[in-house]
């Protein structure tokens, strides 16, 4: 496969922006019990992995593009063209999250204005990684399945990898309870729009077949089927997060321990390689 760029690409920011998402959500619960220099040095770290994994992403889809400049070029037609409107988009959240950052250094101070804002411009960057493929040629990625796979990456992977971060520093049971509750929500909605389009998506394959047998040299359904057992695999990873989740909830503990901590690493962990499946099954199916 040639797309590992594209994979990567796509992975790292999606990431990032729920990962920004979450940031901005942590610092509002945060800054209520917290001082100012408190707050930062709880928001600190995401601050600083958010951007690079942007910029990593930015830098794989630089790669796929064959050329630096190609993507300077792309930029020339925003008004008609997905691709301009993606990397202009990506290029300004990545500025605002960095911005963002950058401000919290200098000042130690978090706006999480600044946050929600570079998390919002994420989400419609994402929207428009989501309209590159769908108004591809490749039929097999020409459905909303797709918008619903690449917003799934932001509400699971996205979050769960910023509450893991989160949790790496002081916190409350409190917030402890929150940010698992928030990661196994978002686990939980991805699966289940998921699973809701993906019988939608099958009827589309089988109809755009029949419809253009000459257009379509290959059986589009049975490319999917192909991929099976790894997005098999990749479900079943991602229902092993939402167990784990569920069995560190529980009921409240009076301190954070190393289980709780380890336990949200070790889902994130499950829902990275998940989504490292599911992605990589995804570019296969042409």
């Given at each position: ?134 108004n591809s040629a490749v039929i097999t990625w020409m459905h909303l399945n797709t918008a619903v796979m690449f917003y799934g990456t932001v509400i699971s992977l996205g979050v769960m990898l910023g509450a893991a971060v989160l949790c790496r520093g002081p916190v409350s049971p409190e917030l402890m309870q929150r940010l698992l509750l928030t990661a196994l929500l978002g686990c939980i909605v991805a ?96």
């Amino acid at each position: 496969m040639n797309e590992w760029p594209l994979l990567v690409f796509t992975l790292l920011v999606q990431a990032s922006v729920g990962m920004v998402l979450m940031g901005a959500l942590a610092g509002g619960w945060l800054r209520r019990v917290l001082t100012a220099e408190q707050h930062f040095t709880a928001l600190r770290p995401l601050l600083l992995l958010a951007p690079v994994l942007a910029a990593l992403g930015l830098l794989a889809s630089v790669a796929h593009l064959g050329y630096p400049l190609n993507a300077f070029h792309a930029l020339r037609h925003v008004a008609s063209s997905w691709l301009s409107r993606e990397i202009l988009l990506a290029s300004l959240y990545l500025g605002i999250v960095g911005l963002a950052a950058l401000l919290a250094l200098l000042t130690r101070r978090v706006s999480l204005l600044l946050l929600l804002l570079g998390g919002l411009v994420g989400l419609a960057d994402v929207g428009c990684m989501a309209g590159i493929y769908i108004n591809s040629a490749v039929i097999t990625w020409m459905h909303l399945n797709t918008a619903v796979m690449f917003y799934g990456t932001v509400i699971s992977l996205g979050v769960m990898l910023g509450a893991a971060v989160l949790c790496r520093g002081p916190v409350s049971p409190e917030l402890m309870q929150r940010l698992l509750l928030t990661a196994l929500l978002g686990c939980i909605v991805a699966a289940a729009a998921h699973w809701l389009v993906t019988p939608g998506y099958l009827r589309f394959l089988a109809q755009a077949g029949a419809a253009q047998p000459v257009m379509l040299p290959f059986d589009a359904v049975a490319a999917f089927l192909r991929t099976a057992p790894l997005r098999v695999a990749s479900a079943a990873l991602l229902m092993g997060a939402i167990v784990l989740l569920v069995l560190l909830l529980g009921p409240a503990r009076q301190r954070v321990g190393m289980i709780q901590r380890g336990g949200l690493l070790a889902a994130a962990l499950l829902v990275l390689l998940a989504q490292i499946g599911s992605r990589y099954a995804f570019f296969t199916l042409h």
